[in-house]
């Protein structure tokens, strides 16, 4: 270990160097394994290079002492009595006293030996740099600080395990070295360890319960394992032995010490996790097993719901009743997005012989059904569960679903029901939204959000309040509000998901990406309505930047995630998206229902612009492309007679009209960036730069062009930098960029323009990033279309 000497160290043997007569007192403290005898022996080198004579344990004896020697001494603390009372009368000869100390040890010859000059050093365990810095200098090899970190935990920092754990990187093998020492010990110093590994280190009852033994005994067993090099500084016992401990305790001998932990700490009512998980671990069963796992599973239902639920499994299977742990289960399986088991649990209770079970059963699944897509059936079981909160959740389902609510009842009838408070708020939020101001909505959804997320009863409802909250915000074109509200909900993956849309709308694709790529590694099964919105995202991406092909591969999954999912208020969204898409595949008489259903639901709210905008938008571009005029003139007359209370609306309305415009051949630039100006203010980006790009695509007025190409330029849609001006003229092309632009506009693929150039595909995806980069697009048939112009002109 001489390679992770600290500064302090390293400083002392300097001294020593230059000035070997210098006195020198000094106590180095560490529990075993953390350098202590290492440190010692690197001083005594530095001693005897120097030409001072060094006194040990070995030459602690009686006789003439060289007057200039260093004396050196490992443990101290372990002196006999008749080594200590030598040393305390040679100790004034010698100005050069270096000792080391174990924490927990105590000795009169040590405690003599030390005065006010004394310096006293504590030995720390490694940190990850720490390790980093000892293997590239000890072993000559580099570590990731992903793996320093992993080596650092598993070994609780203990220099001696480190050190081992490098040298011997198979876990088996180095696991099968600490077994064989774990032989050495005495029973009681391995049941100890068995009992610390569970969490019990610091409970001296405790740990005299499972040792078997009088409290008065256990501190001699703590010292025996302290004194083997296997506990980390604190007493705790390192992932490292706790892993040996286990494949070498005999089964029967674990069970019994930790069944006996656990029934002390049930009925003293203490916290029972680490015993449990190692109880469930083992496959353990009993009565007393039994509620130590349902215990277990309360303590860490809202930090760790998976572990919470793999517990509750355990403790039915194990013989508890499933109706008692059906509702803290299923609690424990909604906030692990284990759908399908709190569906499978709220069923049981709805089949029990108990009134109270089966409200209980139906509270659980209809609030699990309405998380899932399905409003109607939720909002059935909802009321049939006879809760006040519950009733006003089913009350906003009906809203989402297209009934009107007259009026939001009052405040809960239980003084201080958190759940009955936070329902009332978001159908009071909801219903505001259809029929009143969106401020005043996202105000009182905010503050239901709030209140959810400091009561902890988010689970309890149909849908997150921020994911509410944040639908809403989305339909204002309150994009910051939205993505605040989903940020401090946390990473469900709903909330994820509305975060890639809400970067995907305002244009910000690569972060609308990240978002869609979490989700994906996450590989867990979603509900419906989450793979809604996950497929209608990749949908949306694929269409903003992807070529057709792209769009095509993912049109599959979208079509039938919305054939699964019934229409609401709140999968508007995605139905908007798949309608554009679908008219651009010549798919539109697939999803034509859908869009009758959707129009028919807010027809029946009064078309509330918030709820209206992004259809009749998403309207209006499926009929665009479709080349059905009335249609999109219709959808254009619904935007512009929206009230004007945002600037949402109006912006559509502007830039439809321009849309329309450019498709009859009439282009004014400066009404077309007008047009574009609005939707960015508006946070839109992409539209803004897409509306801007097809006008100078069709452009033949060359002035024209050029001032539409530097007005898509200043609308980026990747980054939400600050966007800049773009060129006054077309930009130049290199050569290469000429040769490939020329073969990209009459079709070619990347793989024939590179066979024709004789470079790489790869070269040309290179290339084509700089032109899009250049123009300020990000679709290939745009960027044929700008380049066959430029190209044309330039001759």
Known sequence: MDELLSSQVRELLAEIDARPADPLRLVLTGAHGHGKSTILAVISRHYRAAGVPVIGRDELVPGPWAAEAAVLLDDADTLTAEAGSLLLERARETTRLVLTHTPGTSGSAFTRLTTEQTRHWRLAPWSSADVARFAGGALGRALAPERAAAVQRATGGVPRLITRCLRVPVVDELV???????????????????????????????????????????????????????LAADGSVPPLVARAVRDHAAADRRLTVLVRMLEVQLTAGQPVLPVARELLRLGAAGAIVRAGLEAAAAEVVTADPGLAAELYAAAARGGSPRTRLAEGWARAAVLAGQYDTALQLGDELLSAAEPAARHRGALVAGTVIARRGDLARGAELLRLSADPGATRLADLAAIALGETIDEVPGGATEPGRAYTHVATQLLAGIRESVSGSPEAALAILLGAADSAEAAGIGHLLPDSPAVLTALVAVHAAEFDLARGALERAGEADRHTLLLGWTAMLQGDLVVAESHRAAVRRRDVRLAPRDELFLHTLELSLARRGDTPEVLRERWGAAYEAVMRQPVDLFTLLPLGEVLVAAARLEEGHRVAAHRNQALALLDRHGSPPLWSVWVQWAAFHAAVITGERDSASRALRSLGEAPGYGPLAPAFAAAGAQWLAVLDGTIEAAAVLSAAERLHRTGL??????????????????????????????????????????????????PRERDIGHLLVVGHTYREIGERLHISSKTVEHHMARLRGKLGVSDRRTLATLLGGILDDAG
């Open 685 to 734: 980006r992409w539209d803004a730069a897409r509306l801007s790009g097809q006008a100078a695509i069709r452009a033949t007025d060359r002035t024209a062009m050029v001032a539409l190409l530097r007005g898509a330029k200043q609308f980026p849609v990747t980054v939400p930098a600050t966007a800049r001006p773009g060129p006054a003229e077309p930009p130049a092309l290199t």
């Open 176 to 230: 099968e070295q600490l077994r064989a020492e774990l032989d050495g010990l005495s029973e009681p110093g391995l049941t100890y360890l068995v009992a610390a590994a569970a969490g019990g280190e610091n409970d001296v009852e405790l740990l005299a319960v499972a040792l078997d033994r009088p409290r008065e005994d256990v501190s001699a067993v703590v010292e025996q394992v302290r004194a083997a090099g296997l």
